[in-house]
Each structure stands twice: as C-alpha cells, then as structure tokens.
C-alpha cells in the first residue's frame, strides 16, 4: 500500500493514556502506542483513526489502524483495540490535537515588516515579512500574523490570534481572541453602498465598524464588509468557509457555521447557532433565527424570517417537507404529460365517433 500520503506524527501516546485524556473507555490493548492519524483505508499499526458511525462497518473492519475510536454500539467481536466515545468524531479531533500539536510559537518580528510608532505590541508576537500595521492598533499576546499581512489604522487583534498570509485587514475594526483568519481574507472593506444621483450612481460613505468575537475562523478568500452605519458584527464561535461574503451592517450570531460561497446582503440577522449550506444567497434584512437550517443552494427573499429551527431549502427558500413536495410533484410531470396527451386522444376518438353518430 502507498504510504506517501501518511501524515507525520510529533508525539507518541498510548491507547490508554489517550482514553483516559479523552475521558472515555477502551478495549483490547492499552498499551498500543500510537505515533500518527488516518483514513481508515491508509491507516496503519501506528495510527489513530475513527468510525463515526456503523455504516463504515465493513471498512473499520479490514482497517489496519493500531486503534479506532468508536461509537457505544460498535460491535468488537474481534477483539481490536478501539476507545468507545459517544460523539467519535469530535473525540478523533481532540486526539488530533494531542497526538499532532501545532507548531510553537516563535516570537520575533521581521526586519521587513512596517509598523507604526504609535501601534500597541505585545513582546511574544510573531510578525512575519512585508506585514504592515498602521497608526494606533494594537496587537496582544501570542498572536501571529504571517507574511504579507496589511493592518491598517485603530485595528485591535486579540490575544491567541492568527492571521494566515495576506490577510488584509481595514481601518477600525476589532478582532477578539484565538480568532483565525485564512490567506485572502478582507476585513472591514467598503460596504456595497450606492444611491442613484440623477443619471449616476453616488457612493454612501461606508464609516462604520466590524467586530469579530472571540474563536471566530474566517476561510480564505472570504470578506466582511463595514456597516455604513454603525456595526458589522460576527458572533463568538462562528465558522465561516472559504469564499463567503457578509454584507455591511450584518449581525451574525454566536456558533453559526456558513459553508462556501454564501453571500449575505446588508443588515442581515442570523441567530445563534444556526447552520447556513454551501451557495445560499441572503437577501437585504432577511432574518434567520435561531438554529434555523438553510439548505445548500437555497435563495432568501429580502426581509424573509425564517424561524427558529426551521429547515428550509430551495429558491424561494420554502420548509424542508413543502420543497420536497412539490420535487416529487415535478417529478411526475412527464408522466402526467403523457397521461395528458392519451386523454386527449381518446376524447378526440370519442367526438368523431358522436359526430358520426350524429
């Protein structure tokens, strides 16, 4: 089997150290040491790995991996070394970082880097090359921000943050703590804001603010926008994919997820917890409360609320059983066209044979 692919591992553990970190139970060989993670098709006597559920049976059963981590009801009558947890994947994730830790942290500033006399840094920062911070920001312990980064004026990055390389990051706006930042992102850009002045398009001035809260990870190539008034603001805990795009003066709660290639038009609210699908497009004002879930693809009219808990999908956005409903409905159609057109064969047949009649 070709092991190129093989992630390298930088701390040994046992089987039975590990469950005891992770809080759960294990069977079969405690003191198996594990070196590494993968796949279960790569994995190898040195590896973790995990089985989320019990649809992969077949496949965690001709796996090579040293030990997988495994649901309360998996069946080991093998005997194999697993570690039972109740939620594998988020415990996989956890051993991940145990077994594979990032990188430490090595302090300095690149002689390249530009910085402002008047900008606030901590001593333990690490500032890769060509990074730019401007007049008055501050940046706090144990933050890193990679090569090419632009900083620009009264920008606060919280303590624990990481900017990936060419992140470019607009005058006032304020990042909270451990908050991650893929390459490419934009923070704190103009908003989309025109009126039509006559003939021509006049730009509303965009002198608003962002705000980004604590363990928020923004993909790459993904933009926040300032409000024109007032505050953009992303909420504690919230994911952003790649390429997503959120409009000025939104409010996006705490622990929302938004996978790739999203758009929110300016000032929408998104509650708490809510998960947001791959190409959704939001329009002005709408509202998504709370744990509400917005299937991929699916289109949000302006000021459309979409409540709590409430799974829709499809452009219009419509409830989860309704989409579904009317798919099944389309998918008849070429059948009910046929029915149709025999119908109306037969009638015709019928009033040629009344006319004749007559």
Known sequence: MDRGNRVSYHQAMRVRELAEWLGATFEGDGETELTGVNPLEIAGA?????????????QAENSAAGCLIVPPDFPNDSGRTVIRASAP????ARAVSRLIPPPPHQPGIDPTAVIHPSAELSEDLAIGAHVTIGEGSRIEAGSKIGAGCAIGRRVVIGPGSLLHAHVS?????DIGAS???????????DGFGFVLDGERYQKFPQIGRVEIGNSVEIGANSCVDR????????????????????????????????????????????????IIGGQVGIGDKARIE?????????????????????????????????HLEQLA???????????LAELRTRVAELEKVQAEKA
Request: hydrophobic share 40%; with cysteine; proline share 3%.
């Open 46 to 58: 040195p590896d973790l790995s995990f089985v989320s559920n019990l649809k992969v049976l077949k």
């Open 227 to 274: 409000a024109a008034l007032g505050v953009t603001y992303i909420g504690e805990g919230t994911k952003l994919d790649n390429m997503v795009h959120v409009g000025h003066n939104c409010h996006i709660g705490r622990y929302v997820v938004v996978a790739a290639q999203t758009g929110f038009s300016g000032g929408v609210v998104v509650g708490d917890y809510a």
């Open 169 to 173: 990051i607009y005058d006032d706006v």
């Open 329 to 339: 409905g389309l998918s008849r159609l070429p059948d009910m066209r046929h029915e």
């Open 179 to 189: 908050v991650i930042l893929h390459s490419g992102c934009v923070i704190g850009a």
């Open 89 to 92: 994947r988020t415990a996989f």
């Open 290 to 322: 709370s744990h509400a879930v917005l299937g991929s693809g699916c289109g949000i009219l302006t000021s459309k609320i979409v409540r709590a808990g409430q799974v829709v999908w499809g452009t219009p956005a419509r409830p989860l059983k309704q």
